[in-house]
């Protein structure tokens, strides 16, 4: 009762990404909440997938075995999921804000009149008092997200509803294993209570899938743009040292604005959030909806003209200077140094 559920998503039996990160942050939740973190798993083929799940923390993994779950159908899915909650009454529920955690989700929330916050950056646990009536809660989820357009940063509370639910972008939160592993105890879901004919309904004849084309998340070194660039034409330097050193191209949202780049190499809050060992920041002033998107990067190194760009204060190194001078420069000597 009143636990914390993650719901796992999986893929051809593979455990997404950030369903692991949801169970190191989860997990970080449940220990200041003093109760146990719960995993869903609902798909085909699922022996064993509880000893991953309990590495990552989950004190317990509900499991729906079946044919019938995989490839992922909205309608089962929910069904199963709303059964579980209301026999379980966990008090947060927390999904991925994939394609399938934002279709999934809502479903989840409206079904269950609980609310929900979409594409959360941050989790946090504390107090809250209504403005209005007085009343103090103690224990709260705060669901963190950027807010117009990325200006500015929302807290998001649900102070009577539950269970409280939020979507998470893949990438935000750290992936660990947990110091000690859990018990990881597998408990059968009772889907047959919950499933009715309507919900299998839709059946799936062809299913492709693309594999992405750019893979920013999980690159080692990130070679990054912004509007300082100048344009277009200017920008292919970022990928001049990007092919250089093996790295990917990310960008800012000013130089994706600009049309110096396309979305999908969009690094901050209304991007996708990145960790390389090596981040090199090109022409960013490094406003706090790029930098908390890259900031736990293992090292920054900084190129900017001005010496006060905000981008030099989280930097390990800061080359004050002009890209278009200090790029070629660098592809130069990595040649000369790399024979």
Not at 11 to 33: H, P
Not at 69 to 95: D, N, W
Request: with cysteine; net charge negative.
């Amino acid at each position: 009762m009143n636990n914390i559920f993650v719901y796992v998503e999986l893929e051809e039996g593979k455990i997404a990404d950030v369903s692991l990160e949801l169970l190191t942050k989860g997990r970080e939740l449940a220990d200041k909440l003093g109760v146990k973190l719960e995993a869903v798993a609902i798909g085909a083929s699922l022996q064993g997938v509880e000893k991953e799940l309990a590495q990552y923390g989950a004190d317990t993994v509900w499991v729906a075995d079946n044919e019938i779950f995989a490839p992922f159908r909205t309608l089962p899915h929910t069904s199963v999921l709303c059964g579980l909650i209301k026999a379980e009454q966990p008090q947060i529920v927390l999904f991925g804000a994939t394609p399938v955690g934002r279709d999934f989700a809502p479903r989840v929330s409206s079904a269950l009149h609980s609310g929900l916050t979409a594409d959360c950056t941050q989790l946090e646990i504390g107090p809250h008092k209504d403005a209005k009536s007085g009343k103090e809660y103690e224990n709260l989820l705060y669901q963190i997200r950027p807010a117009f357009g990325g200006n500015i940063i929302a807290t998001i509370v649900n102070p009577d509803c539950r269970p409280q639910m939020a979507t998470v972008r893949e990438g935000v939160m750290r992936k660990e294993l947990a110091a000690t592993a859990a018990a990881g105890e597998v408990k059968q879901i009772a889907w047959r209570d919950y499933i009715s004919d309507s919900d299998l309904a839709v059946k799936i004849l062809e299913r492709e899938i693309e594999e992405r084309k750019i893979n920013i998340k999980g690159a080692s070194v990130v070679v990054a743009g912004g509007y300082g660039m100048g344009s277009k034409e200017g920008f292919k330097l970022c990928f001049d040292l990007a092919e250089v050193l093996g790295a990917e191209v990310g960008a800012s949202r000013a130089a994706v604005d600009a049309d110096f780049c396309e979305h999908e190499r969009q690094i901050g809050q209304t991007g996708v959030t990145v960790r390389p060992k090596l981040y090199i920041a090109c022409g960013i002033s490094g406003q706090i909806q790029h930098t908390a998107g890259m900031d736990e990067s293992s090292m920054i190194i900084s190129i900017n003209t001005d010496p006060d760009a905000p981008i030099n204060k989280i930097a390990d190194y800061a080359i004050v200077g002009d890209v278009g001078e200090v790029i070629p420069k660098m592809i130069k000597y990595y040649k000369q140094n790399s024979k």
